[in-house]
């Protein structure tokens, strides 16, 4: 499968998660592009078969600035069936955390990208072993999701790759 990650970060924590979705991709034997969101092209997303979007939030209210560009672009282009997954760095005891996500997806799915119903949002860096996890495991159904055409593939890719059952409770 072709995956595209696309992030944005300011201390670094989104682009963070955004290497260890990369690594794990590339170890369930996907080919991986990387790119900040800045410097995408937003048309390149309906080369992928599964896009990854990270953002950070600074202002609850607000996309990240680098990613205004990107969100204006989605209008010009028809991404009907377009898959993606959002995930991103955030203050969790916010009232409204990691709100630029919900910003971004909900524009999405207006737009005709389908969209991962689960969201990863990481408090601060993901350093300890579980964010990490949380990292990986949320890549990992993201890729069943996304390549979940037929039922044999959802259960030969689940035997591949050796993850446990669905663990609801490591996303918000
Ligand atoms: C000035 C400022 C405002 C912030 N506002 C929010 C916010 O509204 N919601 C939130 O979830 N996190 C907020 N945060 C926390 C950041 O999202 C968090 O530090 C995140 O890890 C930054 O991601 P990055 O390292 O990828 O840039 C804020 C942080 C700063 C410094």
């Given at each position: 499968?072709?995956?595209?990650?696309?992030?944005?970060?300011?201390?670094?924590?989104?682009?963070?998660?955004?290497?260890?979705?990369k690594n794990r991709m590339k170890a369930a034997g996907c080919k991986v592009y990387m790119e900040r969101l800045d410097t995408v092209e937003v048309d390149?997303?309906?080369?992928f078969d599964l896009a990854f979007i990270g953002l950070y939030t600074w202002?609850?209210?607000?996309?990240?600035?680098?990613?205004?560009?990107?969100?204006e672009e989605i209008e010009q282009v028809d991404f009907k069936g377009v898959k993606v997954a959002f995930f991103?760095?955030?203050?969790?005891?916010?009232?409204?955390?990691c709100a630029a996500i919900n910003i971004l997806s909900d524009k999405k799915k207006e737009y005709g990208f389908h969209v991962f119903e689960k969201i990863l949002k990481i408090h601060q860096e993901s350093s300890t072993y579980d964010q990490i996890k949380k990292c990986e495991d949320f890549a990992v159904y993201a890729l069943i999701w996304g390549n979940k055409r037929k039922k044999w593939r959802f259960l030969s890719w689940n035997r591949v790759l050796s993850i446990p059952k669905c663990q609801k409770s490591a996303y918000l």
């Open positions: 499968m072709k995956v595209f990650i696309g992030y944005v970060s300011l201390s670094g924590n989104t682009e963070k998660m955004a290497v260890i979705i390149t997303l309906k080369d202002n609850k209210v607000a996309l990240p600035y680098e990613a205004n560009e990107f969100y991103g760095a955030g203050d969790l005891t916010h009232t409204e955390p």
